[in-house]
């Protein structure tokens, strides 16, 4: 068989994979583009890497735009022949025996992403935290200590660390008056507790967005009057 019948080949078993996931075809005329711009020698590569393992297909839908429901999973993975259900292999905590389940489970190979950022590379020891800017009400210059990004934040919420959120982001992230408050807590008696600080206070942050917005004449509900 020649290398443009393999391609061939593969496309048309692309497509029967392909149609009940992505109807519209945009990752089979992606593959199309792919194979049709290689030479035969990297074809071949890509199909070693394919056999071997070490090069897979993938299927790139957009986030919210493109759907796909279960049924479709299933049946084009029973169209592929790609066993999604399997028994598995446990080992009793008591007796240290392995048993094999009595029902199948579903197997998936799940994306883990590792965050780049850590709170405690970030880290320094400032020698006050007197110096508070004008407009955040957030510690500033030489004396900050730390920061915290968006994706630390969805990091800790997503483990259910809310209040941790609440000391970094409100207390500490630009409300005076409960910053004030809490840090003489620390200071008089060596801990401070989230539960006795004002419920109504709002941060700096909040103020001055809510004044940006106001003068740009929308209307916002930044700040309850």
């Known amino acids: 068989m020649t290398i443009s019948e393999k391609r061939k080949k593969i496309l048309a078993y692309l497509k029967t994979a392909l149609k009940t996931i992505d109807p519209g075809g945009k990752n089979l005329a992606r593959y199309t583009e792919l194979f049709n711009k290689m030479s035969e ?16 297909f ?32 446990l080992t009793d905590a008591n007796t240290g025996k392995k048993y094999l389940s009595r029902h199948a489970y579903p ?11 850590f709170l405690d590379k970030k880290m320094s020891v400032p020698d006050s935290d007197k110096t508070i800017d004008g407009l955040t009400g957030q510690v500033t210059g030489k ?10 934040i969805q990091g800790l919420y997503s483990r259910g660390l809310t209040h941790t959120l609440d000391e970094l982001v409100t207390v500490r992230g630009g409300d005076i008056a409960n910053y004030g408050d809490f840090r003489s807590q620390l200071e008089e008696h060596g801990s401070g507790n989230l539960g006795t600080l004002n419920d109504n206070s709002i ?4 103020k ?18």
């Open 107 to 117: 197997i998936y190979q799940i994306p883990v992403r590792r965050m780049e950022q």
């Open 41 to 56: 020698a990297k074809f071949t590569k890509l199909m070693q890497g394919l056999q071997s393992g070490d090069w897979e």
């Open 208 to 225: 001055v967005a809510s004044v940006y917005l106001d003068a740009m004449h929308i209307v916002n509900n930044l700040v309850e009057e």
């Open 58 to 89: 993938h299927i790139y839908l957009p986030n919210m735009k493109e759907r796909v429901s279960t049924d479709d999973v299933l049946a084009a993975a029973k169209t592929t022949g790609c066993k999604l259900f399997h028994r598995i292999w």
């Open 203 to 206: 941060s700096r942050t909040a």
């Open 143 to 152: 004396d900050q200590a730390s920061s915290i990004s968006n994706p630390e």
